[in-house]
């Protein structure tokens, strides 16, 4: 296995979004794709400067982004410069799936989000503040039979793309899209046919191949089993590397997709099984044993900044939501 980490691969560069201004924690990708220039995910605005100066030591310009298209605009990690950008250019194209584009005209609905997977307001401020993205930026990819995005008033945007097709982002370049939801039920992948390269977002959940972890995401409003069929669907289009959210880019593909595959089905049976005895109340005790070692890991290989924010923040906040999602969501007959 190679990793990539921190590095290009042919024309797609990792860029560290220096998230909560950890070193290798988030990533996002720039594409030139010859006489364009393509970012798929921004990271968040907390960290607009540190992106910023990352695209400009690869001898880009933020002024000089043509297209933006994002994994999952429901989360700010991945959106939260978008509106930044687009001030810098105003004919950048932001491309997003029907079901997140709400959070990018209206960051109130993003925060709301935000604020349900978080402990404290504290917490979820540390992110930082989006900016409204104006409409007529917007490229909206759905279903053939879905339906207009309705905005507050009964003004409707139009669904402009459609999954699977090809969009033309350069003289001689094109992406494609592929809904996958599970992490959030907006999620998308985003397919590189010249490089065979699949940007997979957080569907993995987060992968440090440098420590030796990878663990789940169970945010607000995720969906074990439909991330369980995206994953399968990002290991039929076979690519040759995937690019992650959490973090960097692999040529391990059926390593990490299988790995992925694993943890989020053994996570869904704990739940299942703790809500048919009757545990269920045990269950964040449970999600954060399983976890412990993962957290030892961090701190022995990233340092105790990370460890105390995976152990003392992130997961305990996941462990919740894990239980929330069981007795609403997944087996609610078991409540």
């Known amino acids: 296995m190679k990793v990539?980490?921190?590095?290009?691969?042919?024309?797609?560069?990792?860029?560290?979004?220096?998230?909560?201004?950890?070193?290798?924690?988030?990533?996002?990708?720039?594409?030139?794709?010859?006489?364009?220039?393509?970012?798929?995910?921004?990271?968040?605005?907390?960290?607009?400067?540190?992106?910023?100066?990352?695209?400009?030591r690869l001898d880009y310009?933020?002024?000089?982004?043509?297209?933006?298209?994002?994994?999952?605009?429901?989360?700010v990690d991945h959106s939260g410069n978008v509106g930044y950008i687009v001030k810098r250019n105003p004919d950048c194209k932001v491309v997003a799936s029907s079901h997140g584009t709400l959070s990018l005209i209206n960051p109130d609905v993003e925060f709301a989000n935000r604020r349900r997977a978080f402990t404290s307001l504290d917490q979820a401020a540390k992110m930082g503040w989006q900016v409204k993205v104006p409409e007529k930026?917007?490229?909206?990819?759905?279903?053939?039979d879905d339906r207009d995005v309705e905005l507050a008033g009964g003004e409707q945007l139009k669904i402009t793309h459609h999954f699977?097709?090809?969009?033309?982002?350069?003289?001689?370049y094109?992406?494609?899209?592929?809904?996958?939801?599970?992490?959030?039920?907006?999620?998308?992948?985003?397919?590189?046919?010249?490089?065979?390269?699949?940007?997979?977002?957080d569907i993995p959940g987060n992968v440090f191949s440098d420590c030796g972890c990878h663990y789940t995401l169970n945010p607000s409003g995720s969906d074990i089993p439909a991330n369980l069929k995206s994953l399968q669907l990002c290991l039929d289009l076979d690519p040759e590397v995937i690019c992650m959210g959490h973090f960097g880019i692999s040529d391990d593909v059926k390593g990490i997709l299988g790995d992925a595959i694993t943890i989020y089905s053994n996570l869904y049976n704990m739940g299942r099984e703790y809500m048919e005895s009757g545990r269920a109340e045990e269950i964040p005790t449970r999600f954060m044993e399983i976890m412990a070692p993962?957290?030892?890991?961090?701190?022995?290989?990233?340092?105790?900044?990370?460890?105390?924010?995976?152990?003392?923040?992130?997961?305990?906040?996941q462990s919740k939501l894990f239980l929330?999602?069981?007795?609403?969501?997944y087996f609610p007959e078991l409540a």
Request: net charge negative.
């Open 4 to 56: 990539y980490q921190g590095m290009k691969y042919n024309n797609i560069h990792t860029i560290d979004t220096k998230m909560f201004y950890f070193d290798n924690y988030q990533s996002s990708y720039l594409i030139d794709a010859g006489g364009s220039i393509v970012l798929v995910d921004c990271g968040q605005a907390a960290q607009w400067q540190e992106v910023t100066e990352a695209i400009e």
């Open 61 to 75: 310009s933020v002024d000089k982004i043509d297209w933006i298209f994002l994994t999952h605009a429901e989360h």
């Open 137 to 144: 930026n917007m490229e909206i990819i759905g279903y053939g």
């Open 164 to 172: 699977g097709e090809d969009i033309q982002v350069g003289p001689d």
């Open 174 to 201: 094109i992406l494609r899209c592929y809904f996958a939801p599970g992490h959030q039920p907006g999620h998308m992948i985003v397919e590189d046919p010249q490089n065979k390269a699949l940007f997979v977002g």
């Open 294 to 317: 993962t957290i030892d890991k961090l701190a022995r290989y990233r340092g105790g900044e990370v460890a105390a924010y995976a152990g003392g923040q992130h997961l305990p906040a």
């Open 324 to 329: 929330e999602l069981c007795k609403e969501y």
